[in-house]
């Protein structure tokens, strides 16, 4: 059997078997809760013959079925909370930042202010349902949040969240490893990166310790060691709860931390559609008109791959580059030799405070070994128009590319 999943939210499914008098066990609509009420959000308010009333949207009902109801009736202080905060913040912007007065004999909200306050009150419910799916989806411990504080924008449409690349047909992204190290104690021992060629790219404290330019040899699932090995880093995943959040500087969505983190830390893995050279040539034409685009070229080796992150990706879709960034891209082998497809991990370059936005450099250059013969791999895929940038740094090259 077979089946496929439904796009609608639960409480839509609740509100079609409401509206249609039907019971489903499975999303939580019998005989006993087809009648019940609670409150999903406030849509509106006014005062009628000396009380307060509130427009009340119930959760799993259709709107049609909203009522006014008596302050008294209402037993939600974080929505009424809520309601309150929408309505100042409505009338702040709309008077320019002038100092609020909160009139409290107020008959009734005008109608922009109504639409407003439902408008936000959805996008919230949006973006929790959103944050509850990111969380549900990654596989790493650290938490996922979403924050919008700036506008009305919810969570993007067409994005769909993974935890490692999607190859395009034809393309391997699996390949290359059949064993591993025999390494009882890998750092003191000739483990995977000696095998490679190159030093164990993590000190005692699991901190990086390579150049920029060089690259990162892990251990894979052949390997004899178990998952405390200290050269498993970036294959655990983020160790950092963060932060998907609304710029205020028309850059779109961003990314800070949560937590502290220490120079030299492991911070993400950049993921998506892994896609030829030439695929990527074209959807940069269209990503071009758009003014924007996600196109992460892996030449580390040869030129023949590129990451696309436009509609596949993980929390790294979201960080925005700068011109003095506090993030440093490495390429990374684990269970895949095959030097035309690494992995791109992006590490702290110096120590990031908590509630410090999350960047790197699109370009690369002034931060890497340029003598490196590997140096070039780093950079992302070049754009045709140039896009002014806003990073807002001291250094800042004025352009994105």
């Not at 302050?71 to 409505?90: I, M, S, V, W």
């Not at 030299?264 to 269209?286: C, D, H, K, P, W």
């Not at 929390?315 to 580059?321: A, D, K, L, R, T």
């Not at 002014?388 to 800042?396: H, I, L, R, S």
Request: positive net charge; contains cysteine.
């Amino acid at each position: 059997a077979w089946y496929v999943p439904c796009l609608a939210s639960l409480e839509t499914l609740q509100e079609f078997c409401r509206k249609e008098n039907l019971r489903c066990k499975s999303i939580g609509i019998t005989n006993r809760s087809l009648k019940s009420y609670e409150v999903e959000y406030l849509c509106d308010y006014k005062v009628a013959e000396g009380k307060a009333y509130y427009l009340v949207k119930w959760k799993g009902w259709p709107e049609s079925s909203n009522t006014w109801e008596p302050r008294k009736h209402l037993n939600c202080p974080l929505l009424l909370q809520n309601f309150l905060r929408d309505k100042n913040e409505y009338l702040s912007r709309v008077r320019e930042g002038k100092a609020l007065k909160v009139r409290n004999h107020v008959k009734a909200l005008k109608p922009a202010i109504a639409d407003y306050i439902v408008k936000k009150a959805k996008q919230r419910i949006a973006l929790q349902r959103w944050k509850e799916e990111l969380n549900r989806k990654k596989n790493h411990k650290a938490m996922i949040l979403v924050e919008n504080t700036v506008d009305l924008e919810g969570p993007p449409l067409d994005f769909y969240y993974i935890n490692e690349y999607k190859p395009a047909p034809g393309i391997n992204v699996l390949n290359g490893i059949t064993t591993g190290c025999e390494c009882a104690d890998c750092p003191a021992e000739k483990c995977c990166p000696k095998e490679a060629g190159f030093i164990l790219a993590y000190n005692k404290r699991k901190k990086l310790k390579i150049q920029p330019g060089l690259p990162i040899y892990e251990c894979n699932s052949y390997c004899r060691c178990g998952p405390d090995c200290p050269n498993r880093i970036v294959q655990k995943g983020t160790p950092y709860s963060l932060c998907i959040f609304r710029t205020s500087n028309g850059r779109g969505w961003g990314v800070k931390t949560l937590q502290k983190i220490k120079t030299n830390s492991f911070v993400m893995e950049y993921v998506g559609e892994v896609i030829t050279s030439e695929e990527a040539e074209r959807r940069g034409q269209l990503y071009d008109n758009q003014g924007n685009t996600y196109l992460f070229d892996l030449d580390y080796d040869s030129d023949e791959f590129t990451v696309d992150a436009a509609r596949y990706g993980n929390v790294s879709h979201f960080v925005n580059h700068s011109c003095d960034p506090n993030l440093q891209v490495f390429n990374v082998f684990i269970d895949n030799l095959d030097l035309r497809l690494p992995r791109i991990a992006l590490f702290s370059t110096r120590t990031i405070k908590a509630g410090e936005e999350l960047t790197f450099d699109y370009q690369m250059k002034g931060s890497i070994d340029l003598s490196s013969d590997s140096a070039e791999g780093l950079s992302p895929s070049k754009k045709r128009i140039r896009t002014v940038c806003k990073c807002g740094a001291v250094c800042c090259r004025g352009y994105l590319n």
